[in-house]
């Protein structure tokens, strides 16, 4: 952890410390939670997206607020088949491709055929807990809007396999993964994203390991390694000076073109636009959202 980090770490512990958590909701003037709407907007993840679940706070480090059984979520062995630089790569390929044309016109040129960020692609539906009927919602976000910032062996007893494959892992990919995490921020009053990550063997990633997952508009810029408050261990996460204004403007987008947002569909934007900052690590931010 860097000097300025330490520094950052103290002061916002500090202030959380000696200050009261935000308790008047300011989620559609400022894009911002109280701890009990992100406790609701992280049961209504965790109910429609079962790969996330609740875990416990340190009993040391617990948040005002915050039921003791709900600090923060997590979602584990999040694949990531690749490295940014080789999607940064395949994505520039893909700039000025020609498409052969069927017309007798000639060919056109296709610009980011295969980029798909956070930026790019539709918001779609939130699901709603008691909804039978679902209608979709397109909301486009704009680069200005992305923040600055092991395989267990199978047992079959006695059992004969005549299949050659099923006796060798060859045809087994094997990939890095993640457990990623959110918690809630205090002093910024939005999720924290952390990020802690796997090798192909299982074996922990080493810092700059990690940052090779992460786009590098933001690694340098708002991508952090510090302690995890509830594991005690080093992590990565996406620092969330930003996230408020980012969500403050996709909801006054929606409500503009006659779309709301409850306050317990935050997560399910709050993950979709995060994608931008970790493209190729792929857990699941293509929600079906009811609004």
Known sequence: MSLSTKLYETITGISNYMSNPLSTSKFLEEGVLTPEEFVAAGDLLVMKTPSWSWQPGNPKNLQKGLPKDKHYLVTKNVPCLMRV???ESKNAASENKEIDSDDGDGGWIATHM?????????????PTSNSESKKEEEITDSDEDVPEI???SLSVGNLELEDPATLTNENIVRTRTYDLSICYDQYHQTPRVWLFGYDENGKVLKPEQVLEDI???????????AQHPHTNIPQAYIHPCKHASVMKKIVQRMVESGKT????QYLFLFLKFIHAAIPTIEY??????EL
């Open 85 to 87: 630089s080789t999607l």
């Open 114 to 126: 295969n980029e798909t960020t956070a930026a790019e692609e539709d918001i779609p539906e939130i």
């Open 150 to 152: 092991d395989l267990a």
């Open 215 to 225: 786009s590098q508009d933001h690694v340098n810029k708002t991508v952090t390694i």
């Open 261 to 264: 947002l409850r306050v317990d």
């Open 284 to 289: 699941d931010h293509t929600f079906q959202v």
